[in-house]
């Protein structure tokens, strides 16, 4: 039997149906329309996630207060018994060992009202939204602790495993700037992973060097290119990098062929690997 709300008349199938009688237009609205002993705790959240994301713009989507950039960051909505906090299918993933304690589902994280707000968590996914990356054929993150951990446990070429643990040791040495020590995940839309990249901090001078790989059943179908030149874009668009640059092995042609048509251009410097490229604005 279906219920008719008597403040709006909309019909819904359950009784009680949560809903917004009038739709709010602001998240000051939204968060004013609650009771009162929630505002609070909606505030707050709002709050971590905008100290995490500071110029993503605050919008109604969905009918649910949204950070937004570009596209839909992050949402979350009140509910009486919790807060729904919905960074998207794949965040839930990444984060599922951070997120054990809580109730999941698709795309969806339960904050129950008679718990203390994870604000670590929140502020950490809010800002892997803000830093997922998409192409038309790719995902592309930085990976979380657990995923670097598992990287490195699984790896057994001893080059590689180094390197993954100098990454994670930059990462927890700069907590504020993960992203600019992290190994970044590639990944097809359905998940399948098929490589990574890094960045290697950000120098003085504004200058960070980039460093990628693509697994071998992948290479040869422009995964790399397509990969490289979305993350240097998102990078040369943060006001403090100046430029990116990258080496490669003079005998590679393939990667010389990546940093070719993603722009770069050689500097006539060599570094460790070979002859070093750089990209600018």
Same mark, same amino acid.
């Given at each position: 039997?279906?219920?008719?709300?008597?403040?709006?008349?909309?019909e819904f199938?359950?009784?009680? #149906?949560?809903?917004?009688?009038?739709?709010?237009?602001?998240?000051?609205?939204?968060?004013?329309?609650q009771?009162?002993?929630?505002?609070?705790?909606?505030?707050?959240?709002?709050?971590?996630?905008?100290?995490?994301?500071?110029d993503?713009?605050?919008?109604?989507?969905?009918?649910?207060?949204?950070?937004?950039?570009?596209?839909n960051?992050?949402?979350?909505?009140?509910?009486?018994?919790?807060?729904?906090?919905?960074?998207?299918?794949e965040?839930?993933?990444?984060f599922?060992?951070?997120?054990?304690?809580?109730e999941?589902?698709?795309?969806?994280?339960?904050?129950?009202?008679?718990? /203390?707000?994870?604000?670590?968590?929140?502020?950490?996914?809010?800002?892997?939204?803000?830093?997922?990356?998409?192409?038309?054929?790719?995902r592309?993150?930085?990976?979380?602790?657990? #995923?670097m951990?598992?990287a490195?446990?699984?790896?057994?070429d001893?080059?590689?495993?180094?390197?993954?643990?100098?990454?994670?040791?930059?990462?927890? #040495?700069?907590?504020?700037?993960?992203?600019?020590?992290?190994?970044?995940?590639?990944?097809?839309?359905?998940?399948?992973?098929?490589?990574?990249?890094?960045?290697?901090?950000?120098?003085?001078?504004?200058?960070?060097?980039?460093?990628?790989?693509?697994?071998?059943e992948? #290479?040869?179908?422009?995964?790399?290119s /397509?990969?490289?030149?979305?993350?240097?874009?998102w990078?040369?668009?943060?006001?403090?990098v100046?430029?990116?640059?990258a080496?490669?092995?003079?005998?590679?042609?393939?990667?010389?062929?990546?940093?070719?048509?993603?722009?770069?251009?050689?500097?006539?410097?060599?570094g460790?690997?070979?002859?070093?490229?750089?990209?600018?604005?």
């Amino acid at each position: 039997m279906s219920w008719i709300c008597p403040e709006c008349g909309r019909e819904f199938s359950k009784k009680n #149906q949560d809903h917004y009688c009038v739709k709010p237009r602001t998240i000051d609205e939204y968060i004013a329309a609650q009771e009162e002993p929630l505002r609070p705790r909606l505030e707050r959240l709002r709050s971590v996630i905008r100290e995490a994301i500071p110029d993503a713009e605050e919008k109604i989507s969905w009918s649910m207060p949204t950070f937004w950039k570009g596209k839909n960051l992050i949402h979350f909505a009140a509910f009486k018994k919790h807060i729904g906090l919905y960074p998207g299918d794949e965040a839930v993933t990444v984060f599922a060992d951070k997120l054990a304690d809580f109730e999941v589902s698709k795309g969806t994280i339960r904050l129950p009202h008679d718990r /203390e707000l994870p604000e670590e968590l929140i502020a950490e996914i809010a800002k892997w939204c803000y830093m997922m990356i998409k192409t038309e054929r790719l995902r592309i993150y930085p990976a979380a602790r657990s #995923q670097m951990e598992a990287a490195i446990a699984g790896e057994t070429d001893e080059a590689l495993r180094a390197a993954y643990k100098e990454m994670l040791e930059g990462c927890l #040495q700069n907590p504020d700037r993960w992203e600019w020590y992290a190994m970044w995940m590639i990944d097809l839309k359905d998940g399948t992973h098929i490589g990574d990249l890094c960045f290697k901090g950000i120098d003085p001078n504004g200058i960070t060097e980039i460093g990628y790989g693509i697994k071998e059943e992948y #290479q040869g179908l422009g995964y790399a290119s /397509e990969a490289v030149g979305a993350v240097c874009g998102w990078a040369l668009r943060i006001p403090e990098v100046t430029a990116v640059e990258a080496e490669t092995d003079p005998d590679n042609l393939a990667s010389k062929r990546v940093l070719e048509k993603c722009g770069f251009i050689a500097n006539g410097k060599t570094g460790e690997e070979g002859p070093r490229y750089t990209l600018t604005h």
